[in-house]
């Protein structure tokens, strides 16, 4: 069975801080690119965040110099620490594998879809 499953979500205040992880089982990690993504309600998914196989990473100009992320192949996961959170970031957060192991975030053909983590920013 591969499968994606993403914990770390939860209520913060505004300006607070969370981290995400993406672990990996059935399949190994090291091969792949990794996307965070978020959906709101009424909106359509975007991308977040990606790293590639080699740690190359590339950030939504929402999110720059706020969020980070990270992986360890030795946990078989992918990290995205999220800091000065806005209300705006409230979203469910979802992870994707390179459905094809090359590795590059550039024209990545996700898949092996988490069921998501919810983050919420409030007063």
């Known amino acids: 069975q591969l499968q994606l499953v993403e914990s770390g ?20 990690l090291d ?10 309600p009424g909106k359509e998914r975007e991308g977040v965040s990606c790293i ?7 950030y939504a100009d929402s999110v720059k110099g706020r969020f980070t992320v990270s992986r360890d ?3 078989n996961t992918v990290y995205l620490q999220m800091n000065s959170l806005k209300p705006e970031d409230t979203a469910v957060y979802s992870c994707s594998a390179d459905s094809y192991g090359l590795g590059s975030c550039n024209g990545a053909d996700f898949g092996s879809w988490g069921q998501g983590t919810q983050v919420t920013v409030s007063s």
């Open 73 to 75: 192949n030795a946990k």
């Open 31 to 40: 091969y792949h690119a990794v996307g965070w993504f978020r959906q709101a």
């Open 52 to 58: 590639s196989s080699s740690s190359d990473t590339n």
């Open 9 to 28: 979500g939860g209520l913060v205040q505004p300006g607070g801080s969370l981290r995400l992880s993406c672990a990996a089982s059935g399949f190994t």
